[in-house]
């Protein structure tokens, strides 16, 4: 198989469950410092003994018991709430509908299984991956009323993130809670090579019963209440020419126009992709399909119809970024962003999206919440 090539991974099966653990958390302090993710860098094999050492010194907090952690973080005016748990990755899906949890772009199978290494040398989930769904009325009003109470923890981050936590172990919530997830499904946000990593060790280390392999942390937001922002992710298209573009956009049946920069930056939508080599821009207009993303157009369609490049893609968050590397050798071409519900509808289809066709923002910051793997066997004695 090439080394590049990318796979798709495994689908977890339902029900949705998120379990309670220990959290651990570091002190606000350590979260969002740029000196943090040093702590988790190698040897991994030292890193929860380093954690030890911290707790030691009460730079981390270990929860004496486990719950469910509903966590609030604001960032550059948004605010985020996501529930925070063991997601239970136990169970395969063998029939599209059994899965629980919905990924939308492929894994390098390497860059998984470098990841379940270091866990497993870490015996820890350092941060969670980011799910979405659209949660019932239901579990709204479940989480509102935790929201209504204090919040065990409240901190402003070195990176400027403010944060509320609330730890959920009445057993009466924690169950209305299991209810309502249990027939649902998520969207894999962010994190899809750790989520691959999740089931690498749960495979490596099954054994009878319980496992803290069985399980990997995750955030779960509910799109409907506290919406993660959804962003594009332009692209330049190295070793390519605008006049190759053209003969590619046309030569599978589309639209190629030359456009002043004004117009055709204007022009950018669901299904008009702006393209620019620094001195000419042009819109290409796509078929009017919302079952299929721009971004599918662009890498299924126009790039293999390319006559010459791309020797390279280049990825960008900003439209600032992206123009800066257009020449008349590199070609960048500006996205725009999937809605969630289309990306939903895609991964609910068995498609994937190319690789880096999202960006969901805010994260939250590393060291809010980490699970250890020592509260477990992580493999049978």
């Known amino acids: 198989m090439d ?5 798709t991974p495994p689908y977890v099966a339902g029900p949705l469950r998120l379990e309670p653990f220990r959290g651990l958390m570091l002190t606000p302090a ?9 702590a988790f860098a190698r040897p991994y094999k030292d890193v929860s003994a380093r954690l030890l050492r911290w707790q030691a010194r009460g730079y981390v907090r270990h929860d004496d018991l486990p719950a469910l952690y509903l966590h609030e973080y604001s960032s550059a005016g948004m605010t985020v709430r996501g ?20 990924p939308h772009e492929g894994i390098h199978p390497a860059q998984a299984d470098d990841l379940a290494d270091r866990m497993a040398e870490m015996e820890l989930n350092p941060a969670p991956i980011l799910l979405v769904h659209r949660g019932s009325k239901a579990l709204r009003e479940t989480l509102s009323a935790v929201v209504a109470t204090p919040p065990a923890h409240t901190f402003t981050d070195r990176g400027e993130q403010q944060h509320r936590i609330w730890t959920i172990r009445e057993p009466a919530t924690l169950e209305a809670i299991a209810a309502e997830l249990a027939g649902g ?37 509910d799109q409907e209440a506290t919406p993660l922002f959804l962003g594009p992710i332009h692209r330049t298209l190295a070793g390519t020419a605008m006049v190759h573009l053209r003969d590619a956009v046309e030569s599978v049946g589309l639209t190629f126009e030359e456009q ?6 204007a022009a950018l ?10 001195r000419s821009w042009a819109v290409i207009k796509l078929d009017a399909d919302e079952r299929e993303a721009a971004v599918e157009t662009l890498h299924r369609r126009i790039v ?13 968050h900003s439209v600032d970024d992206a123009l800066a590397k257009a020449r008349p050798d590199a070609v960048s071409v500006l996205m725009p962003a999937p809605s969630v519900d289309q ?15 999202t960006s969901f923002q805010p994260k939250p910051s590393l060291g809010v919440l980490i699970r250890s793997l020592r509260d477990e066997p992580v493999a049978p004695s």
């Open 3 to 7: 080394a590049t090539a990318l796979v």
């Open 30 to 38: 350590r979260v969002g410092n740029p000196t943090t993710g040093r």
């Open 83 to 102: 529930l925070v748990g063991a997601l239970d990755v136990s169970r395969r899906a063998t029939r599209p509908e059994d899965r629980a949890v919905l």
């Open 185 to 221: 499904r998520a969207l894999i946000a962010d994190g899809h090579h750790r989520y691959a990593a999740y089931l690498r060790l749960q495979r490596r280390f099954a054994a009878p019963g319980r496992s803290a392999t069985d399980f990997g942390l995750a955030m779960l937001v």
């Open 260 to 265: 002043n920069q004004p117009d055709a930056v």
């Open 269 to 278: 939508s669901a299904t008009r992709l702006v393209a620019t080599d620094g």
């Open 304 to 316: 293999p119809a390319l006559p010459h490049g791309p020797s390279a893609i280049d990825y960008h």
């Open 343 to 357: 990306v939903i509808e895609i991964a609910e289809a068995d498609r994937l999206l190319p690789e880096k066709a």
